[in-house]
């Protein structure tokens, strides 16, 4: 693919649906002082063996940087008895860093589901999570009933996202060259708009490449469509690199894959704004 490197789907849900099990989830609160404290969390995950339960999901909430807010982790084991279930809300509490547990039954038979997180947070920001369904249907529906004007709404107004991603995170971050690279194509596969390739970036052009894009993947078969959001997007991330604002650049879409192409290719130019008279 892009790099020999080995991809995997990363499962974002905090909900168990499975009929077999008796999916309980616990909510357990750490002191900001356990990020750096070590074996905090084998200590915590060593009880659900212990109790001859098996754990079914196990995530961690850090917040982000250098933690100054509570770090939770969230647990779903597979528990018969309520009895059981408190006596491992015991056993947490007791666990060092931790300051608060709390625990809920299956919300219906064979459904478990974190009931503590809100919001999404994602770089210190709210964020909402949206399936690949929805977003089919975010850029489907408008392009074909609005038509290339809804492409320049999305262009612009996800300019305007990138330009204050990059100011408000990856300026902040990032100090040389290949670390704003390096930060730019791995922020956007998390993300998951697609598998980022810088493939040039000087101080007047640069030529991005995006394997599996997920807006163009959505755009499939829609006459006259083409890359609007993730143009914008890394349009204004360069406004941002650059110093310059969005009318001295000049983006180009080279190859995109609802025209059959292997992947999407944007070059974007840095040239001098001539106003029209």
């Given at each position: 693919m892009v790099e020999e490197r080995k991809l995997s789907p990363y499962h974002m849900g905090r909900i168990i649906v499975n009929k077999r099990s008796n999916p309980f989830f616990f909510n357990i609160t750490l002191s900001?002082?356990?990020?750096?404290?070590?074996?905090v969390l084998q200590e915590i995950i060593r009880l659900f063996p212990e109790e001859n339960v098996p754990i079914l999901l196990c995530k961690l909430s850090i917040p982000h940087g250098e933690p100054s807010e509570n770090i939770r982790v969230i647990v779903s084991a597979d528990i018969r008895d309520p009895k059981q279930?408190?006596?491992?809300?015991?056993?947490l509490r007791r666990v060092r860093y931790v300051k608060e547990v709390d625990y809920s039954p299956p919300i219906i038979p064979g459904v478990g589901i974190d009931m503590w997180s809100f919001?999404?947070?994602?770089?210190g920001e709210r964020a909402a999570i949206f399936s690949e369904s929805i977003f089919k249907w975010l850029f489907r529906f408008g392009w074909e009933k609005i038509g290339s004007g809804y492409g320049g709404i999305l262009y612009r107004s996800f300019f305007e996202?990138?330009?204050?991603?990059?100011?408000?995170?990856?300026?902040k971050v990032a100090t040389s060259?290949?670390?704003?690279?390096?930060?730019l194509e791995e922020t956007m596969r998390l993300l998951g708009y697609g598998i980022l390739k810088v493939v040039e970036l000087t101080d007047k052009i640069a030529i991005f490449?995006?394997?599996d894009?997920?807006?163009?993947?959505?755009?499939?078969?829609v006459e006259g469509a083409e890359n609007a959001m993730l143009r914008g997007l890394l349009a204004g991330w360069l406004s941002g690199y650059w110093g310059v604002d969005i009318y001295f650049i000049r983006p180009k879409e080279t190859r995109c894959i609802i025209r059959g192409d292997p992947y999407c290719e944007l070059e974007y130019r840095k040239e001098k704004y001539e106003p029209l008279v």
């Open positions: 900001p002082e356990a990020y750096r404290a070590i074996g279930a408190e006596r491992i809300a015991s056993k919001p999404p947070m994602i770089r996202a990138g330009r204050e991603a990059y100011e408000k995170f990856y300026s060259k290949e670390e704003h690279v390096k930060l490449r995006i394997y894009n997920l807006e163009c993947r959505s755009l499939m078969g």
